[in-house]
């Protein structure tokens, strides 16, 4: 996508991360930008994100109406290799597209990630999950 590739350049120019991008509406066109930085997102954050986006989006002729920009949760989604390798040792939830052993949700540790697999351990024993397959992955908060 386009406009996901010139936020994640923007973003990286300016020492944050693209989580997630969320495109909502049909006739009031909302972008939901989730940004992230290794000691986290203040509100700070958000508004000097929000102002360079809102200037750039102008610029670039996107089209939109609402633009909003947050940090992406204590739960947040992992989406990339790096995200899974980052988060080593987080407790995670998986969804997977395709069931493996008969199963399509996991909540276990995130362990290792290589070649494009998960390991997860899930009751004291790694389980081996294909990234291509998951639908959905987020952390679990540890409160």
């Known amino acids: ?6 936020l994640e350049s923007t973003l990286v120019g300016l020492g ?7 495109i909502s509406g049909r006739q009031k066109r909302l972008l939901r930008v989730f940004i992230d930085k290794p000691n986290g997102i ?13 200037k750039l989006l102008v610029v670039e002729g996107v089209d939109y109406d609402r633009l909003e920009v947050s940090s992406p949760g204590l739960d947040r989604p992992l ?3 790096a995200d899974f390798l980052r988060f080593n040792g987080e407790k995670a939830q998986i969804k997977l597209r395709v069931p493996v052993s008969g ?16 390991q997860l351990e899930v009751d004291g024993e790694l389980v ?3 990234l291509a397959n998951m639908d959905r992955a987020r952390l679990v908060p540890n409160i």
């Open 1 to 6: 996508m386009v406009l996901h590739a010139l």
């Open 16 to 22: 944050y991360e693209l989580v997630d991008l969320e």
């Open 42 to 54: 203040n509100i700070d954050d958000c508004v000097l994100v929000s102002d360079h986006l809102g």
């Open 79 to 81: 989406k990339r290799e």
């Open 103 to 118: 199963q399509r949700n996991f909540a276990g540790i995130l362990r290792d990630v290589k070649e494009g697999w998960l």
């Open 128 to 130: 081996s999950l294909e």
